[in-house]
């Protein structure tokens, strides 16, 4: 960063995003309908993001989609559960802005921009009280990303691909005035704005950031976007930014050998988790993300969650799971010893852990780990396995802002015109990955997003009418 003025900059607008998945196309329509002027710079020559690498569940709480299947659901019973989730430990006002937004964000991207949501309503998940995730037809974020980004072009937003920001130029008083990028060309550009939106991702593609902030995580796979690579970060310590929650993150388990995500719901269903010597080592509803690194501590960092066809159900209607299965990963027997052969695992060890999770959903027994299986009756052959092993998606800790998305210093004052969304600024997981519920990374991303449209807009115009 260089301290610099309007002037030097080849063109101005009045809204410059940086990074387009959810986050900056969510901030980019928001500060259309508005009226700004808008600039997305994108580094890759197709915009995917972390986006495209989700199953585009969207979690929106009172929504007329909940409405018509007669879910009753509302901001607060939204801020209930992401309160829960943390133990207390997230931003309360920033969680609150986000559960409130929520609703709202899924109708107007469905209703007013043209991108396609259902309610998700065949599976709860871990910390949900309510059904409330909205995905696209395919259940691919691939969708979603490609929805926002046609919606995005069809307002006027300006999406510059193949533009790799190099540093921003600010005045004495830390307002940004202009970034400067290289385009698809090779060329050096200056652009001018009122105001910047970063939405480049978090840190999770930075080796070195991982093992400084979520040293548990060092040996997972990354399953993040590359340009996750803490930029914003970087950026944010140049002009006297706040950091908050750099420990969070959301884990996941993938495939051991293709390295694709493995739905949960396998596991919600009643699946559980074993070591390679066939037992269970833990709570596996406790949640997804805290579970990688339950797995990456266990002896050769993989286990193999167990379930049947009953369990496979839910999971058949994910496109990712069909690649899973497509990768030859899935492990199928008519009964446990085969299953074990297959898996290389103790067959009476794997047995005993097959009959103890039937007493435990008989209720003959309680589970030490704490989990409840009732509700689940046991697994029947057509048994399966898969084995997976623990993986990082995307961190959760960022640029501190408040409940507009504007970046904050770190003595608590707003910088003049600086907005973050998404991977870029703190989530609403508290400090570590324990504190992430389902969704928590798109939520954050779009309702944020539009909040940092919206807010950076309105910065904008009145820095034009003053000048």
């Known amino acids: ?139 691919t974020g691939v969708e979603m990303e490609e929805g926002l980004l046609a919606a995005a072009r069809r307002a006027g937003a300006e999406i510059v691909t193949s533009a790799r920001v190099e540093g921003l130029e600010a005045d004495e008083t830390g307002r940004v005035v202009a970034v400067r990028y290289t385009d698809r060309d090779g060329q050096n550009v200056t652009l ?34 590359d340009g996750s690579d803490g930029i914003a970060l970087a950026f944010g310590e140049q002009l006297g930014a706040g950091f908050a929650d750099l420990g969070a993150y959301q884990g996941h388990c993938v495939a051991a050998g293709p390295a694709l995500p493995v739905t949960w719901a396998l596991v919600i269903r009643g699946g559980f988790q074993v070591n390679r010597e066939g037992r269970r080592f833990s709570n596996e509803m406790r949640g997804y993300s805290e579970q990688a690194s339950a797995v990456l501590a266990e002896p050769g960092g993989t286990v193999f969650t167990v379930y049947d066809a009953r369990c496979e159900e839910p999971a058949l209607t994910f496109a990712d799971y069909h690649r899973v299965m497509e990768a030859g990963a899935v492990l199928e027997a008519d009964d446990i010893e085969g299953l074990a052969a297959k898996a290389g695992l103790p067959a009476a060890a794997l047995k005993e852990s097959f009959l103890a999770v039937s007493a435990y959903g008989s209720g003959e027994s309680a589970d030490p780990f704490g989990r ?63 504190g992430y519920l389902g969704g928590n990374g798109l939520v954050t991303a779009v309702a944020l997003g539009r909040l940092a449209g919206a807010s950076a807009a309105e910065i904008a115009s009145q820095h034009k009418r003053e000048s």
């Open 1 to 139: 960063m260089r301290l610099a003025s309007a002037a030097e900059a080849e063109r101005s607008v009045d809204v410059v995003v940086v990074g387009a998945g959810a986050a900056g196309l969510c901030a980019a329509l928001s500060a259309r309908d508005a009226g700004a002027r808008v600039v997305v710079l994108e580094r890759d020559a197709k915009p995917a993001g972390n986006t495209a690498l989700t199953l585009g569940m969207l979690p929106g709480a009172g929504t007329r989609f909940q409405r018509e299947a007669g879910i009753e659901d509302s901001p607060d019973l939204f801020l209930a559960d992401i309160v829960k989730k943390a133990k207390g430990k997230t931003e309360e006002a920033l969680a609150r802005a986000v559960a409130e937004a929520s609703g709202p964000a899924v109708e107007w991207l469905n209703d007013a921009h043209g991108v396609a949501f259902e309610l998700l309503s065949d599976i709860l998940y871990p910390g949900h009280s309510r059904h409330r995730y909205h995905v696209p037809k395919s259940r």
């Open 192 to 225: 001018g704005c009122g105001a910047l939106v970063l939405a480049t991702g978090g840190y999770g593609a930075d080796p070195a950031l991982v093992k400084r902030h979520i040293p548990e995580m060092s040996d997972a796979v990354y399953c993040g976007h």
């Open 372 to 434: 409840d299986f009732s509700g689940n009756p046991p697994l029947r052959p057509h048994f399966k396995a898969v084995e997976v092993k623990g993986a990082l998606f995307h961190t959760q800790g960022g640029l501190a802002v408040d409940t507009g998305a504007r970046v904050m210093r770190a003595g608590g004052t707003a910088l003049p015109n600086l907005f973050a969304a998404g991977g870029a600024a703190r989530g609403i997981s508290g400090p570590s990955s324990d």
